[in-house]
């Protein structure tokens, strides 16, 4: 089992940068896969990003470009770099964990271990 806890989300002027980062615990970390979700209210859970065991980095359209997702396994940490942030970013970002490395990695259902979230806002 892995527990997972989100940072460094918070207020940001249009055009700015935040990274967030999600601390794992446990012993197993690069065994997951590791994804970013965000949610606005009324809205689905969004994909935004993943990062495979050995590497493999993926991102949904509309943020290729300007985010860099990034895993450190000797620190049990995937990072999120946000650069270039546009209002339509705003929302709660989630950190999830995949042990068993579904190849479906946009769906939220395969992933089995969530963050509470941390708070994105860009402002215009």
């Known amino acids: 089992q892995v527990q997972l806890v989100e940072s460094g989300g918070g207020l940001v002027q249009a055009g700015g940068s935040l990274r967030l980062s999600c601390a794992a615990s446990g012993r197993t970390f690069s065994r997951y896969v590791m994804g970013w979700f965000r949610q606005v209210p009324g809205k689905a859970r969004e994909f935004v990003s993943a990062?495979?065991?050995?590497?493999?980095?993926y991102y949904t359209d509309s943020v290729k470009g300007r985010f860099t997702i990034s895993r450190d396994n000797a620190k049990n940490t995937v990072y999120l770099q946000m650069n270039s942030l546009k209002p339509e970013d705003t929302a709660e970002y989630f950190c999830?964990?995949?042990?068993?490395?579904?190849?479906?990695?946009?769906?939220?259902?395969?992933?089995?271990?969530w963050g509470p979230g941390t708070q994105v806002t860009v402002s215009s």
């Open positions: 999830a964990a995949d042990y068993w490395g579904s190849p479906t990695i946009t769906n939220d259902a395969n992933y089995e271990y």
């Open positions: 990062i495979g065991r050995s590497g493999g980095k």
